[in-house]
């Protein structure tokens, strides 16, 4: 679906904090409260917007992060059963199918190794004969970019997951962020009534999950394919990866404007890249640049083209 000017820069702001009142959105696009108003309800309507939600970084309440990738043999009945199995776990942040250097992608959030060891046997207990091979990694940091795509502009990396702490949840607190998660443009006062609180509650609430960073983003559910985005996954091995390399790599690629995420983490591969282009030549002279630019360092350069992917998918939070 082609978009005009005014429908992007909606797209980007939404994006990038869904909570934006419509009257300074409408100032930001040049347009009335009400025209904006209309075209994210076209934007909806045409599944361009698919809802609003947040991110939560749950290593700000104690869990920690860990990642499965796996091959998956050519059997189709037990990868329909292994995507319903997996989904139904409310552990699990998201789910990834692709195609190339693996075929299924799993991050879970954890309160162990324990607990990341238990789920993995499980796994592949009930699935032997589907799963060929598999990679585990342990997430250092996630490191997000502004969807500049949409609208040409500076953006910096906003950082997730990069630190454990243990912030005691209030259970006013955990249902807000349910309630936030379902829709991040909900009106507080929806908020209040629902659960019997005040709006300063609620406003008090909301304002310590994101001082505490428990709240990283909210955010708009965009339908990227409907936009003609196709999605890829990037694995970088490198020689050796010092600090200034490592200060370098992410300069570099802050300035690409199909970048979104970078990620951090132990690994076979070292870095992690998610680009969202319009089709594999673009993203190819992506990639062509980076390994010139980076000729000394990198060592090898796999890629995963993303089918699907799910975010929640059993729609329910770790502390449900």
């Excluded at 309507?45 to 700000?60: H, L, N, V």
């Excluded at 199918?97 to 046997?121: H, M, P, Q, S």
């Excluded at 997730?160 to 243990?166: G, S």
């Excluded at 020689?239 to 979104?260: A, G, Q, S």
């Amino acid at each position: 679906m082609k978009l005009d000017k005014i429908d992007k820069k909606i797209l980007y702001e939404l994006d990038k904090y869904s909570r934006i009142p419509d009257t300074k959105l409408a100032k930001i696009v040049g347009r009335s409260k009400e025209s904006v108003r209309y075209r994210i309800k076209q934007l909806q309507e045409k599944g361009i917007i698919k809802g609003f939600s947040i991110w939560i970084d749950p290593t700000k309440f104690g869990h920690q992060t860990a990642k499965i990738y796996l091959n998956l043999a050519n059997i189709p009945d037990q990868k329909k059963d292994f995507i319903k199995y997996v989904n139904n776990d409310k552990r699990l942040l998201w789910l990834g199918i692709a195609e190339g250097a693996w075929n299924a992608g799993l991050t879970y959030f954890v309160k162990d190794t324990r607990e990341f060891f238990d789920i993995k046997n499980d796994l592949f207990s009930k699935f032997r004969d589907l799963i060929l091979e598999s990679h585990t990694a342990i997430l250092v940091s996630l490191n997000k970019l502004d969807k500049t795509f949409f609208y040409e502009t500076e953006k910096h990396w906003k950082t997730m997951a990069d630190k454990l702490e243990n912030t005691k949840l209030e259970e006013i607190e955990k249902k807000i962020l349910i309630e936030l998660s379902k829709n991040s443009r909900i009106n507080i006062v929806d908020i209040a009534r629902k659960h019997k609180t005040t709006v300063d509650i609620v406003k008090n609430r909301m304002r310590r999950l994101e001082e505490n960073k428990i709240i990283f983003r909210y955010t708009a559910i965009i339908n990227h394919n409907k936009l003609g985005h196709e999605f890829f996954k990037t694995f970088l091995y490198f020689k050796n990866l010092n600090k200034e390399d490592e200060e370098r790599l992410m300069e570099y690629t802050r300035k690409i404007p199909e970048m979104v995420h970078l990620v951090k983490q132990i690994s076979p591969w070292d870095v992690e890249l998610e680009i969202m282009c319009e089709n594999y030549l673009d993203y190819n002279k992506i990639i062509a640049n980076l390994t010139k630019e980076f000729s000394n360092i990198i060592q090898k350069v796999e890629t995963a083209i993303m089918e699907k992917d799910y975010v929640f998918p059993a729609e329910q939070l770790i502390f449900e």
